[in-house]
């Protein structure tokens, strides 16, 4: 069970516009702690996607773009590509458990 | 260009001991603090300890407390993970990750070790 909530698995087709929900509580995200997102293709590394208020690590597309609204956030993606395909997680820091944590992933697939 | 790389998996039996480490290369690694990231096999992430970039500043994930230990080189440039009383469920791809100073993010990963515990 983890701390931040994510949906398992999301669709889309190519060109469409995919979000990605991540759901946490009063002592992570609802407490003001940024979020932050991940790509995993399969058999690699996380990499970071996204950090802060809609931060982008160069070489990342603005097709990836995030927000938050209280205890929630979520990752946007528009004109969605065959690369896109992989694990996506939100990932904030929990005051209560003083802990960085993250969310169980998201399995994106491009129809 | 920024490397890490990660050595030191393998398989252990329960209760037994294993010592990761991770080479940084391409930044000044004393300048940046440092974390031990694990994905148990089909899992998700899960954080599981945090140095300062001078180590004096140390934080563990609950499930690890008592039995991991952190700490870091900096003339060496390495980051290191001494795991002891390993149990079936710490068996893991374990990652070492870059934090960014202004940011609770970790903004480079290093490939990953496997650690497996098992009899």
């Known amino acids: 069970q983890s701390v931040l909530t994510q949906p398992p698995s999301v669709s889309g087709d190519p060109g469409q516009r995919v979000t990605i929900s991540c759901t946490g509580s009063?002592?992570?995200?609802?407490?003001?702690?940024?979020v932050h997102w991940y790509q995993q293709l399969p058999g690699t590394a996380p990499k970071l996607l996204i950090y802060?208020?809609?931060n982008r690590p160069s070489g990342v597309p603005d097709r990836f773009s995030a927000s938050r609204s209280g205890t929630s956030a979520s990752l946007a993606i528009t004109g969605l590509q065959a690369e896109d395909d992989a694990n996506y997680y939100c990932?904030?820091?929990?005051?209560?458990?003083?802990?960085?944590?993250f969310g169980g992933g998201t399995e994106l697939t491009v129809l | 260009e920024v490397q890490l790389v990660e050595s030191g998996g393998g398989l252990v039996q329960p209760g037994g001991s294993l010592r990761l480490s991770c080479a940084a290369s391409?930044?000044?690694?004393?300048?940046?603090?440092m974390n031990w990231v694990r994905q148990g096999p089909g899992k998700g992430l899960e954080w599981v300890s945090y140095?300062?970039?001078?180590?004096?500043?140390?934080y563990y994930a609950d499930s690890v407390k008592g039995r991991f230990t952190i700490s870091r080189d900096n003339a060496n440039k390495s980051l290191y993970l001494q795991m002891n009383s390993l149990r079936a469920e710490d068996t893991a791809v374990y990652y070492c990750?870059?934090?960014?100073?202004?940011?609770?993010?970790?903004?480079?990963w290093g490939q990953g070790t496997l650690v497996t515990v098992s009899s």
């Open positions: 140095t300062s970039s001078g180590g004096n500043t140390i």
């Open positions: 391409g930044f000044s690694f004393s300048n940046y603090e």
């Open positions: 802060g208020f809609n």
């Open positions: 009063s002592s992570n995200i609802g407490a003001g702690y940024d």
């Open positions: 990750a870059r934090g960014i100073g202004d940011y609770d993010a970790f903004d480079f």
């Open positions: 990932q904030s820091y929990d005051v209560s458990l003083s802990a960085w944590v």
